[in-house]
């Protein structure tokens, strides 16, 4: 009882999900994880790679992607290579455009996609005309966009098993109002506080893994998305940028009772390699920690918004990239 009601406000279960035993050997896959440098983002890059698999880092910062790296090699010296970092920063569309070439050039194959990074509760601020909290979505939409003829070519190699693109959303998608995907300007609209932009943002991560999922009907590529957990990381800056001294207290007082990255990682992780997600048949699915099917809200559901903010997002790509 106590497990169900700790996951319906957004912390973990009781299921217990073991990395070590329930992911196969990932030797000769290739992922990309965006955010790999920290958080969350950083224990899903280790959980790949220690399984044998190539990850690069979709990161903004080169000096912290490589702190990472770092930090990882010292596990295990003189295997650099498989750890690599990739220029990517969600506000950027011109990154998604250059690493989807630099994965072309460099590599046959892509195997997992982890739309990981992300900002929360981040004070109202147009980047390169979008809503700060927006490029949650539409960075990522770009990314795949960019890298989905080499994840199509991967998973109709004779053999392969299935391509899996993650996107990580958040429990807070239940904050957004009804979502307007239907120009610019509604998305970018201010709305009463930045939790709902915030959510506007997490509620498009699902509605992108459901609307690519639907465009991907006879692929072996699962999309999948999930609430991660209530988790300490540093996505509190958010917070401390909009509410300054009362978000530090917030920061302060909740973080004891928050999951580790360790854990909150496991759903994606899950998602993104166990052997599981094939036997189940999990395609445009919403889970929540750990690694537990559920079901997002109504508007979440509304396979007509996803079609519109997948509209969106392509005319945003075009009309922002010239
Ligand atoms: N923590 C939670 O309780 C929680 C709950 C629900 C959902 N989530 C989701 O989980 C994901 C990971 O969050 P986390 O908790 O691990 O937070 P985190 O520790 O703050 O990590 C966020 C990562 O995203 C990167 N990032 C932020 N803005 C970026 C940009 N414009 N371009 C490229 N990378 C950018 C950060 O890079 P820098 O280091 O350079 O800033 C960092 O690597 C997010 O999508 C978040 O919404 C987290």
Redesign the pocket.
């Known amino acids: 009882m106590l497990g169900g009601l700790a996951s319906k406000v957004?912390f973990a279960n009781s299921r217990a999900f073991d990395i070590d035993a329930d992911l196969p050997d990932l030797s000769g896959k290739v992922a990309v994880v965006?955010?790999?440098?920290?958080?969350?983002?950083?224990i899903t890059v280790r959980a790949l790679w220690r399984k044998g698999c190539k990850v690069y880092l979709?990161?903004?910062?080169e000096q912290?992607a490589r702190d990472a790296i770092a930090r990882l090699t010292k596990e295990h010296p003189g295997s650099d290579h498989t750890l690599v970092f990739l220029p990517?920063?969600?506000?950027?569309l011109a990154s998604a455009k250059k690493a989807g070439e630099t994965l072309e050039q460099n590599e046959s194959r892509l195997d997992i996609v982890v739309?990981?990074?992300?900002?929360?509760a981040w004070p109202y601020e147009l980047?390169n005309g979008v809503e700060v909290q927006f490029?949650?979505h539409l960075?990522h939409f770009a990314l795949v966009q960019a890298v989905l003829p080499l994840l199509k070519k991967t998973a109709q190699a004779p053999g392969a098993t299935s391509v899996r693109v993650v996107s990580?959303?958040?429990?807070?998608h239940q904050m957004s109002p009804k979502p307007d995907y239907s120009s610019l300007e509604s998305v970018n609209r201010q709305m009463t506080s930045t939790w709902q932009r915030?959510g506007q943002?997490?509620l498009a991560?699902i509605h992108f893994a459901v609307a690519l999922q639907n465009r991907l009907e006879g692929e072996n590529i699962r999309v999948n998305t999930l609430?991660?957990?209530?988790?300490?990381?540093?996505?509190?800056?958010g917070p401390v940028a909009s509410y300054g001294f009362f978000g530090k207290v917030i920061k302060a007082t909740t973080s004891r009772f928050?999951?580790t990255?360790d854990d909150?990682?496991k759903t994606?992780i899950y998602l993104a390699a166990s052997r599981e997600v094939d036997e189940k048949d999990y395609r445009g699915k919403y889970f929540i920690p750990i690694a537990t099917p559920a079901t997002p809200t109504a508007y979440a559901q509304d396979k007509e918004l996803a079609d519109q903010l997948w509209r969106l997002s392509e005319d945003l790509v075009k009309q922002l990239s010239t």
Do not use: E
């Open positions: 957004g965006t955010g790999g440098n920290d958080g969350i983002g950083f979709a990161c903004r910062s912290k990517f920063d969600l506000t950027q739309c990981n990074a992300g900002v929360m980047v490029w949650n960075g990580v959303s958040s429990v807070a915030y943002s997490k991560n609430h991660p957990g209530n988790i300490n990381t540093s996505l509190m800056r928050l999951m990255p909150g990682a994606q």
